[in-house]
């Protein structure tokens, strides 16, 4: 490796460059995405997930290469993907990844090296930010983040690191399936890493309030229309570097997804312990409301609680020893999908409960994956699942497995328990709905009836419509049709504010 000084910057120049043509063949969306992003400063690729985005960036990054826009493109991935990103790498390209850890002896030597991709984590950026600083400073180089949503607080150290380093950035693109991963406002942290605030605003906070589901937009028409134009008019202020393309846009051909509820009766001793839990919270809730946003930490927990017990009150009492009230809607569909000769995934939002819903269904042949295996476990799961006829069964929490996962053996999902996450429901039922998808997908909700799951799913489709219109997925009118802003109502007939209210005014 020898290295010339251009414009002040260290660019390096290989004795042998390797090979950068493309192993596979894109398909026409894909290279129309290539082509719109690939000569701009920064970008953002926002395709929903599974519509094949790796692909995209490869290509990108291979554009770079090949044209000497950049001399080293940086591949920033979560920690839990970069086994599937070697593969990928691998698999679309020619080229031979250096990996940056965080491992910072090994680090020295990752930087120093004359390696044309590099595939690094978050962490791993924030943990050797000032060396990235340095190596930012002496090549041109191209970052790519996947799953950019990693960066959506923008009052993070973290995403502090990504603003930090981003002036230094050659070129940035930034790509995910769920760009309003949670929130309306999650985006505004994700573009502003991309143009420094510029078609969203410095002021985060100001944005935020513009944006914001609140629980008090139910009686409040002009409220909700002044949220409306909101919503309409972001992704036109950012339009000019974003691409967006979803499954129902027809540039792809999937087979059909079909969602279902099934609702669950509850065990006599499990509503027991749901009473006493909702009725406690009703006593810690202040007579004159409850926060605007339901997320603030006290209520949340004690909302999560429900959710357990709900799902499986051991969660809540180690003392509990009947079958919960969903686990028997669970192993008749397991049963009936496994005749069919087909497979499934169990989510829950709980690692005790993938342990324990993996012992339950251990006669249909289950494998799973938790954040409190390693990686190295997790992998062999999913390899077992993916290559064996007798393992008709995945059980796993969104968190440890929603993303960078192709997993269309199987073509049922289902929702044991869902907790506030819109990003973990899309995620998670879109690892089978995918390119390779060949068989109709089912996505399976199983609800307690008379509980806090039917208010998870209200509010879980308020965010995907809110979701939808900031992205520019539907039009305003569609989202009038179908948005309801009961959610604010519902939790407070959970938290018992309306009781309190009657009781007040009686």
């Known amino acids: 490796m020898s290295s010339i000084s251009i414009n002040g910057m260290q660019r390096i120049h290989l004795k042998s460059e390797p090979k950068l043509d493309t192993r596979l063949q894109a398909f026409a969306y894909q290279t129309a995405a290539v082509n719109a992003v690939r000569d701009l400063d920064f970008a953002a690729v926002f395709h929903e997930q599974g519509l094949g985005k790796t692909k995209i960036a490869l290509d990108v990054i291979l554009y770079w290469l090949e044209t000497r826009a950049v001399d080293t493109a940086l591949l920033v991935v979560k920690k839990g993907l970069i086994a599937n990103w070697m593969k990928e790498i691998k698999a679309h390209t020619y080229l031979t990844p250096r990996l940056i850890t965080q491992d910072r002896r090994a680090n020295y030597y990752a930087f120093n090296s004359p390696a044309r991709l590099m595939l690094t984590h978050y962490e791993a950026v924030k943990a050797e930010k000032e060396r990235f600083r340095l ?97 309409d008019g972001v992704f036109d202020r950012i339009s000019d570097f974003c691409v967006r393309e979803t499954k129902a846009s027809g540039i792809i ?59 499986n009150p051991k969660l809540v009492d180690d003392g509990y020893r009947a079958a919960p009230g969903k686990l028997e809607v669970l192993t008749d569909l397991v049963a009936h999908i496994r005749d069919a000769g087909e497979k499934c995934i169990v989510w829950t939002s709980f690692t005790e409960n993938v342990d324990w ?10 494998c799973r994956v938790h954040g409190k295996l390693t990686m190295d476990e997790r ?127 009686a």
């Open 135 to 231: 190596f930012l400073k002496a090549r041109h180089v191209g970052v790519v983040l996947d799953e950019s949503a990693k960066i959506k607080n923008p009052d993070s150290e973290l995403t502090g690191a990504f603003f930090d380093l981003a002036p230094l950035m050659k070129k940035r693109v930034i790509m995910t399936g769920t760009p309003v991963a949670n929130r309306p406002y999650d985006i505004w942290a994700q573009i502003r890493f991309l143009d420094d605030g510029k078609a969203l605003g410095q002021d985060f906070g100001g944005f935020k309030a513009s944006v914001d589901l609140t629980n008090d937009l139910g009686d409040d028409r002009p409220a909700q229309e002044r949220l409306e134009e909101q919503l």
């Open 253 to 311: 051909t999937l087979p059909e997804k079909v969602i279902e509820t099934l609702p669950a009766v509850w065990e006599t001793r499990q509503y027991e312990l749901y009473r006493q839990l909702r009725d406690d919270l009703h006593a810690v809730v202040v007579k004159d409301g409850i926060p605007k946003d339901e997320a603030a930490e006290a209520i949340l927990k004690r909302l999560l609680r429900l959710v357990q017990v709900a799902s």
């Open 357 to 366: 819903l993996s012992v339950e269904l251990r006669a249909h042949g289950t």
């Open 379 to 505: 992998n062999k799961a999913i390899e077992r699942f993916l290559t064996l006829d007798d393992v008709r069964v995945l059980v796993a929490t969104p968190g440890a497995a929603k993303e960078g996962l192709t997993l269309t053996v199987a073509n049922h999902v289902i929702f044991y328990d869902r907790t506030f996450s819109l990003d973990d429901y899309l995620q998670a039922q879109d690892r089978i709905h995918r390119i390779s998808q060949k068989k109709t997908c089912f996505v399976h909700n199983l609800i307690m009836e008379d509980s806090i799951d039917e208010w998870v799913d209200l509010l879980l489709r308020s965010k995907q419509l809110a979701a939808q219109l900031a992205q520019g997925d539907i039009s305003l009118e569609y989202y009038k049709s179908q948005m309801s802003y009961e959610f604010g109502d519902i939790l407070r007939g959970i938290l018992g504010v309306q009781e309190e209210t009657r009781k007040e005014k």
